[in-house]
């Protein structure tokens, strides 16, 4: 699993209100990945790190934030949590410089 | 994502028997992932292509790249039980050295019948 945790496991959360996801990895990765999960759209990139302090967008990073301020933590911030943002949130890393493994997982649902 | 289509969208095979699964891609794939998740669970990395005509093999599980990078295959030998799941493809379209972006097909649910 690259040693990759991620908290809550689950979480139910209503509208409006901000969340915050953790991803959390031991083994000293450069770059980091948020994706999230949702049935007819497969997995899609919200945000990445590629070091502390450096974060970028990706495909579907609107109402999403991210900071890393340890090399072992990114986290994910809902800042008004919104229905269409139930889903599966998973983190990944990079290993090795070209592999990337994914963490277990949050099932998130917004009432 | 469009970008990445995965065929069959769903399979059930007899166990024993031997099936494909393909990925295909209009844009050159500069890396490409194959993962495989059990229902509510994570993703288990199974392989990566990156060359064309690369093939690979673990087990009984075989992933070849083409040629023109654009089309993948993943092969089961003998199916069992165990290879129950959702396989999914995932790719690095943009050619760089750092982040892997990885765009997602939608996964072929695979279903083992005995």
Redesign the interface.
Known sequence: DAGITQSPRHKVTETGTPVTLRCHQTENHRYMYWYRQDPGHGLRLIHYSYGVKDTDKGEVSDGYSVSRSKTEDFLLTLESATSSQTSVYFCAITHNADTQYFGPGTRLTVL | ?QELEQSPQSLIVQEGKNLTINCTSSKTLY?L?W?KQKYG???I?LM?L?KGGEEKSHEKITAKLDEKKQQSSLHITASQPSHAGIY?C?ADIEKNQ??????????TRLTINP
């Open positions: 994502s890396g992932y993962y669970e994570g993703l990395f990566m990156q999914l995932g750092g982040a892997q972006k990885l765009v997602f097909g939608q996964g």
